[in-house]
Nanobody, 124 residues
Framework: QLQVVESGGGLVQPGGSLRLSCAAS????????IGWFRQAPGKEREGVSC????????DFADSVKGRFTISRDNAKNTVWLQMNSLKPEDTAVYYC?????????????????WGQGTQVTVSS
């Protein structure tokens, strides 16, 4: 069964940091672009960041630029989302998804395999 699994969520104070991981099971990530999305209660899912299959191209939502970074190690079959200077408005369930590796997809509908999500709560 092909799936991706997120980990690393938790409770953190404003200004703190978390690193989310996205690992693949049943397939290798090196041919896939990876996207991170989040959904807060009562809000629509939004794209946070994405990285191309090689890692050469990345993109970020304006709301997280300068605070979040994305990286991958295809040898470890893992993608990370480093989140710094966290704000209460970053509170959401974060999902990673694997999509076509031939370009850098930005929209959720372009992604094929989704994880179950990991909760990130930023609160004092």
């Amino acid at each position: 069964q092909l799936q991706v699994v997120e980990s690393g969520g938790g409770l953190v104070q404003p200004g703190g940091s978390l690193r989310l991981s996205c690992a693949a099971s049943g397939f290798t990530l090196d041919h896939y672009a990876i996207g991170w999305f989040r959904q807060a209660p009562g809000k629509e899912r939004e794209g946070v960041s994405c990285i191309s299959s090689s890692g050469a191209s990345t993109d970020f939502a304006d709301s997280v630029k300068g605070r979040f970074t994305i990286s991958r190690d295809n040898a470890k079959n893992t993608v990370w989302l480093q989140m710094n200077s966290l704000k209460p408005e970053d509170t959401a369930v974060y999902y990673c998804a694997a999509g076509p590796g031939s370009y850098l997809p930005h929209s959720a509908y372009e992604y094929d395999y989704w994880g179950q999500g990991t909760q990130v709560t930023v609160s004092s």
